[in-house]
């Protein structure tokens, strides 16, 4: 029997859905909202014969859609929640063996596929809001369809959304049907109120509810972006009346489910419900007329400070500004108010971006190695998950000890995966199973979770251990009633304490039961089951200087109150991309403790290397966590493992790290005259680069016994690189590419050879007259470049066409040469003229 079950647009439509289901294995929901797809489409589809006596399983994004939606539907059958339809989200269920429809939300899907790919028992999953694109609905959608095609032909899937295309969703499913549904909405006047830059949110919305109760009729819903503006402007209002007196309420996820129905029922008088994004789709509350949105909401990014998940605020997408005004037309005409401007509205992004594009794919990346999936690619998705990002999770997912090198569950990453946590805080919690730490890692997973206890950019008010222990001492002193120090939020330590006592039942402890309060080694312990990328070393005694597992550097900031301690476990850190990271929160760690938890990780490993700082090769046996090495100790290496360390060294270093003297660039740069010559001949090639790809094959005979770069000056670097010419090089080398030329004077004047250009033959003026050709080497084939000297030994000209030069060049330098250097001589006919070294009074 269904009781208070009025029409909605979905009923036109709710047959066809049906038969689309019965023929299809698929099927794709476009309907508007306002069109009662939630609660109407799994109630009109429970008697289906198709369905064959099977439960019907609902997604849903939010835990407070999700019971709201369980128990409207089971009122509609006239039941108390639990029998026919139920719920199941974290910490919570309400199902019976009567159940034949469970909404839960997307963890609990997951993890049921994980336990039971084929979900024996289930005849249909629906997903609602899909249009929202939760990495989570996007994973589960993956493996419901991995399941579909490989293990349950029988099971069906049907995706709903509000705003979403069909059609590629539609595609996914192997061309499922896409039906398409009106939603329910009345003509909304937007008004447009820019918010005061420097005025708080709160504030700013306030003073809307004030307008808004001035200017309409009905009740209001007011879009904040999370719990605390949303109590903050709750003060406000409550501070200073508004006309009519007006009903607050509030609606955030976290409420008990007596507030959660003042807030959706019609009241007595006018009623302003305060509410997170929640209240956009899935919930409906009755009698508003009235909207006003912040343009704010919450969205889980990935914080790299924490290696967590974070709420943080962000603007709106031009669809949620669409669905939010649309709530104050359900009933007849209504009226929206929107805290910006019409220029802010055109800007604004069509739709969010799927999840999967930007997240932290840690979870993802555990989920897909439960369900034995090496490849991500094997599976179906609407957007798959970035490749970058998905290796960088394996890599943590392999520190924490989850994944082995062949990217399987371990042991450990099997418990880790039972539990509804990231990955990190699953691995905290694991950390302090069966030992007398259990109830305090089930608080440190809270505190990890949630906001923190302090207020602000606080600063360490005393010296502590461990800036955790620091925050356990509050959250206990706030259990206790005891006075609390300045700047501790008493709202977070609500959220923390009730976090933990979840955590505690899922456990299996005792609430209340409570060891006596840890040190903090053994606070550090733990954190570094979830932490091993964040284990720090002190650069040097007494500093506040560290480096972490990863490389990084990292530095104590004024908010932690840690002490100097030769290791640390860092939980929350910020900057490092051009410098040292500032460390937030973190805590002291022993040695001991570090060697204890990674005993089946840490051994000796034997390491011969070039020490860069030393310039030299360094031999010993290491114990090492990432970039931190805990301890070594030295070993005797063998002449191969020197050898080869020192070639890894020169490479480093460079080849400018030989004894390149001129004569030995000399010999490079003239085989490379002949090489490029004598194209048809066999030269090998010295230029550098050949040189530093054949590093071991020419110097290696050469190096022998030695150890460090101070060594290497000892090379005669001539000798080495003659060693790669065999005789015939050798000969030819010597006559076709000479060191020096013989000139008309009779002196023999050195050849300079360049990397790139002909050899230089610089040589005073006067010791070339009578000469008509340029010289050559290389038999003729390369002309050299005569730099044309004064009696100073200063150019006159570069040339390579001498003749050239006596005609029309000579005469001019000649005219400006005669008078300056009078002694040397300047005939009018240079090729008449002897050559000489030696200036008029003397005879050549």
Not at 68 to 94: H, K
Not at 280 to 304: K, P
Not at 738 to 756: E, I, K
Not at 809 to 821: D, S, W
Request: with cysteine; charged share 25%.
């Amino acid at each position: 029997m269904i009781s208070n079950y009025g029409k909605f647009p979905i009923d036109s439509i709710l047959g066809d859905v049906a038969l689309a289901l019965r023929s299809n294995q698929a099927a794709v929901l476009q309907a508007e909202p306002g069109a009662g797809k939630t609660t109407r489409v799994p109630l009109a589809l429970l008697d289906e014969p198709w369905l064959a006596g099977q439960r019907i399983l609902m997604l849903e994004p939010r835990r407070l859609a999700a019971t709201n939606a369980a128990r409207y539907m089971a009122g509609c059958l006239g039941e108390q929640v639990g029998a026919t339809v139920g719920y199941a989200i974290r910490f919570d269920r309400r199902t019976s063996a009567a159940t034949r429809l469970e909404v839960v939300t997307e963890g609990i899907l997951t993890r049921r596929l994980q336990a039971d790919p084929t979900l024996e028992g289930v005849g249909l999953v629906i997903f609602d809001e899909f249009h929202e694109r939760n990495l989570n609905s996007d994973l589960a959608l993956a493996l419901c369809r991995d399941a579909q095609l490989g293990l349950r032909e029988d099971l069906k899937l049907l995706v709903m959304s509000a705003t979403l295309d069909g059609e590629p969703v539609a595609r996914l499913l192997g061309d499922a049907p896409l039906l398409r549904c009106p939603g329910r909405c009345h003509p909304v006047e937007v008004t447009y109120l820019p918010r005061e830059p420097q005025g708080p949110l709160a504030e700013v919305v306030a003073r809307a509810v004030r307008r808004a109760a001035r200017e309409t009729e009905g009740d209001m819903l007011v879009f904040l972006p999370g719990a605390g503006e949303i109590l903050r402007c709750r003060d406000l209002l409550l501070r200073e009346p508004v006309v009519d007196d007006p009903q607050i309420n509030v609606l955030y996820g976290d409420l008990p489910f007596a507030e959660q129905e003042r807030a959706l029922r019609p009241g007595p008088r006018r009623k302003v419900v305060l509410a997170t994004n929640i209240a956009e789709t899935s919930l409906t509350i009755e009698g508003v007329r009235v909207v006003i949105d912040s343009g704010f909401m919450r969205q889980s990014r990935f914080d790299a400070g924490s290696g967590l998940p974070r709420l943080v605020s962000v603007r709106i997408t031009a669809a949620n500004a669409d669905q939010r005004a649309g709530r104050a037309g359900r009933l007849g005409p209504g009226r929206c108010y929107r805290l910006w401007t019409e220029a802010t509205h055109g800007g604004l992004l069509p739709f969010a971006a799927p999840e999967i594009r930007s997240a932290d794919l840690t979870l993802l990346a555990l989920e897909l190695a439960r369900w034995g999936v090496p490849d991500a690619m094997s599976l179906c998705w609407l957007d798959a998950p970035p490749a970058g990002a998905l290796s960088a999770a394996r890599a943590l997912l392999r520190q924490l000890g989850a994944l082995d090198a062949r990217q399987r569950l371990t042991r450990l990453g099997q418990a880790m995966a039972e539990l509804p946590a990231h990955p990190r805080i699953a691995a905290l919690l694991v950390a302090g199973r069966g030992n007398p730490l259990a109830p305090w890692a089930c608080d440190l997973a809270a505190l990890l979770e949630e906001r923190d206890l302090l207020r602000g950019n606080r600063r360490a008010s005393h010296a502590t251990d461990s800036d955790l222990l620091e925050r356990l001492d509050i959250l206990q002193a706030w259990r206790t009633k005891a006075s609390l120090p300045e700047g501790v939020d008493a709202s977070a330590c609500r959220t923390v304490d009730r976090a933990a006592r979840a955590w505690r039942r899922r456990s299996r402890l005792e609430q209340g039961a409570q060891t006596a309060m840890p040190d903090a080694d053994s606070i550090g312990g733990l954190l570094l089951a979830a932490y091993p990328d964040r284990l720090a070393r002190q650069r040097e005694v007494g500093s506040k200087r560290y480096v972490l597992a990863n490389g990084q550097g990292g530095c104590l900031s004024p908010r932690s109150g840690l002490r100097g301690t030769e290791y640390l476990v860092a939980v929350h850190v910020s900057g490092g991309r051009t410098g040292d990271a500032f460390i937030h929160q973190a805590s002291s760690v022993g040695l001991a403790s570090i060697e204890s938890f990674y005993a089946e990780r840490l051994g000796w490993q034997r390491r011969v290397f070039w020490d860069a700082a030393q310039q030299r090769i360094v031999a010993r046996e290491e114990r090492s966590l990432g970039a931190l090495l805990l301890a070594s100790r030295p070993v005797e290496a063998s002449g191969d493992e020197m050898h080869q360390a020192l070639l890894e060294g020169i490479r480093q270093l460079g080849l400018d790290a030989l004894p390149w003297e001129d004569e030995a660039r000399q010999l490079q740069y003239r085989v490379a005259v002949m090489a490029e010559a004598y194209a048809e001949q066999s030269w090998p090639d010295l230029s550098d680069d050949a040189l530093r790809e054949s590093l071991a094959e020419w110097l290696s005979p050469f190096v022998a016994g030695m150890r460090r770069a101070a060594d290497l000056k000892r090379l005669d670097l001539v000798e080495v690189l003659r060693s790669r010419l065999d005789w015939s090089h050798l000969r030819l080398l010597d006559t076709e590419v000479p060191t020096h030329l013989a000139v008309p004077s009779g002196h023999r004047v050195r050849l300079t050879y360049q990397q790139n250009g002909p050899p230089i033959l610089a040589v005073k003026l006067q010791e070339l007259f009578g000469l008509a050709d340029t010289p050559s080497v290389a038999g003729g084939r390369v002309a050299v470049q005569l730099h044309l000297l004064s009696p100073a030994r200063r150019p006159l000209a570069v040339t390579q066409d001498l003749r050239h030069f006596w005609d029309h060049v000579y005469p001019e330098v000649r005219r400006e040469m005669a008078g300056r250097y009078p002694k040397h001589p300047w005939p009018d006919d240079p090729w008449r003229a002897i050559p000489t070294r030696s200036t008029k009074r003397k005879k050549p």
